[in-house]
């Protein structure tokens, strides 16, 4: 009886070390629901350890000592854990050979080679590559966005009359560009409708933008944003001239902290202010 206990204790010893084995030599697996990125493979024997996917973000590419590029579109990220024996520089020549060979133009490249921030056609790609060897990828491809919420001619006119200004949620322009895009329509036709509704009203159309970026030039965006907002309105839907005036406010009226996208999104806006 003792000798069937020793033996049935050295079986079960055995199945359980044989189990742990099995356990310590599975690979890792990548994050559940994440996937490489069709642009740019992965290096070798790196695994994913978190994603997000968006279809619609904007992502700042900064680029220390070249300035930065805000784009809005299709967002992927994802963050890689490399092999414990591979080496900083050969994780940084090994991803930016790739980044060229893919097709992109390095618009930057970091002194350390730890930065890569590449375009090609609508998409822009960074990668970053830490201290310890991991690498992050944002990815951003410009697409024509959807503007869920538009102005309201209602909302517009009960804002003017209660605060004596309104936020025009819908009115839309390409980065550091003044021409409005084509899904801004929505909103500068209730725009024309408030108007319309409210004859005797006058109202200053202001631009704003966040802090990023030269102050003049800011300043300048902002005054040229507001002004081809009033030609649209004057010119399209027939809105009389001595109405409106257009002023460009740049960084100086934030509604929300400038120091995260979310934030800067809201900053750039256009109001109208009674006058």
């Not at 069937?4 to 690979?27: D, G, H, Y």
């Not at 069709?38 to 590419?61: M, Q, W």
């Not at 994802?78 to 980044?99: F, K």
Request: aromatic share 6%; net charge neutral.
């Amino acid at each position: 009886m003792k000798r069937f206990r020793i033996l049935f204790s050295l079986v079960v010893t055995t199945l359980i070390a044989a189990q742990l084995c099995l356990a310590q030599a599975k690979p890792p697996q990548d994050k559940k629901g994440c996937k490489d990125s069709p642009l740019i493979s992965r290096f070798p024997g790196s695994v994913i350890t978190e994603c997000e996917d968006k279809d619609d973000k904007s992502y700042d590419f900064a680029m220390p000592g070249a300035g930065h590029q805000t784009v809005e579109g299709e967002y992927h990220y994802l963050w890689y854990r490399t092999p414990e024996n591979a080496t900083n520089p050969q994780i940084q020549r090994n991803m930016g050979t790739a980044l060229r060979n893919a097709g992109y133009t390095i618009v930057f490249e970091a002194q350390g080679h730890d930065t890569f921030v590449g375009h090609m056609g609508k998409t822009w790609i960074q990668i970053y590559i830490t201290s310890n060897g991991e690498v992050a990828e944002h990815i951003v491809t410009e697409t024509k966005l959807t503007q869920d919420v538009v102005a309201n001619a209602a909302a517009l006119s009960t804002g003017i009359s209660g605060n004596g200004h309104i936020v025009v949620n819908g009115i839309l322009f390409d980065t550091a560009k003044a021409d409005i895009k084509p899904e801004s329509k929505p909103a500068l036709d209730e725009v024309a409708k408030m108007l319309k509704e409210n004859a005797s009203l006058k109202v200053y159309v202001v631009g704003h933008t966040d802090n990023v970026g030269a102050l003049a030039g800011n300043m300048d965006l902002s005054k040229r944003r507001a002004a081809a907002v009033v030609q649209e309105l004057t010119s399209k839907y027939g809105v009389a001239a001595a109405r409106l005036a257009s002023f460009g406010a740049g960084p100086y009226a934030p509604i929300a902290s400038n120091d995260k996208e979310d934030g800067r999104a809201l900053n750039r806006r256009v109001e109208l202010v009674k006058q």
